[in-house]
């Protein structure tokens, strides 16, 4: 079935990076966008951007325009999200999604990334 | 980007339809047939519940639709179930940086 798998919880002091993976199954991981949306707890979704697995090609939320930067690797079928110069506000889960025309049909588990110093 | 609009929250008795809205620009919701509608459970992933604006992926009931008019889409569920309790969020396409937005979300409350 299709799915995406997360890389597990991590915990950073303010100041750090951190790089979240998302590895794709049971479908074609290079013919559909990755998107990436955070969701700091008790609020919405906001969407931080995508990557074209095929190109490599991004586009980011002004928001986080030179704080993030997303890849993928092919040949495991994995995309990467990474969130540098971490803030307490950045403290929230990030979901990985796949893209279906302009939706987002399959999601991962969601990553929780705690910033605390 | 700004949110798109939606209620804070929303509620009805099981067997009834409720209806949310979400509300946006010409630069969005109103300008492209690219609106979508997700529903989250506590603690759980979101789930797509219609995508381009009315369309329902395999697996959804059919009791979930979505229309758009102008700058504004909603989301209808008819025969509300006990399940059917969660948040749901709009998205849309919008030109501004050919990005996404999302909508602040709306807790739906089955009394």
């Given amino acids: 079935q299709v799915q995406l798998v997360q890389s597990g919880a991590e915990v950073k002091k303010p100041g750090a990076s951190v790089k979240v993976s998302c590895k794709a199954s049971g479908y074609t991981f290079i013919g559909y966008y990755i998107h990436w949306v955070r969701q700091a707890p008790g609020q919405g979704l906001e969407w931080m951007g995508r990557i074209n697995p095929n190109s490599g090609g991004t586009k980011y939320a002004q928001k986080f325009q030179g704080r993030v930067t997303m890849t993928r690797d092919t040949s495991i079928s994995t995309a990467y999200m990474e969130l540098s110069r971490l803030g307490s506000d950045d403290s929230a889960v990030f979901y990985c999604a796949k893209g279906q025309g302009n939706g987002m049909d399959v999601w991962g588990q969601g990553t929780t990334v705690t910033v605390s110093s | ?111």
Wanted: hydrophobic share 25%; aromatic share 10%.
């Fill in chain 2, 1 to 111: 980007q700004s949110a798109l609009t939606q209620p804070a929250s929303v509620s009805g008795s099981p067997g009834q339809s409720i209806t949310i809205s979400c509300t946006g620009t010409s630069s969005d919701v109103g300008g492209y047939n690219y609106v979508s509608w997700y529903q989250q459970h506590p603690g759980k992933a979101p789930k797509l519940m219609i995508y381009e604006v009315s369309n329902r992926p395999s697996g959804v009931s059919n009791r979930f639709s979505g229309s758009k008019s102008g700058n504004t889409a909603s989301l209808t569920i008819s025969g509300l179930q006990a399940e059917d309790e969660a948040d749901y969020y709009c998205s849309s396409y919008t030109n501004n940086n050919a990005g996404v937005v999302f909508g602040g979300g709306t807790k739906l409350t089955v009394l």
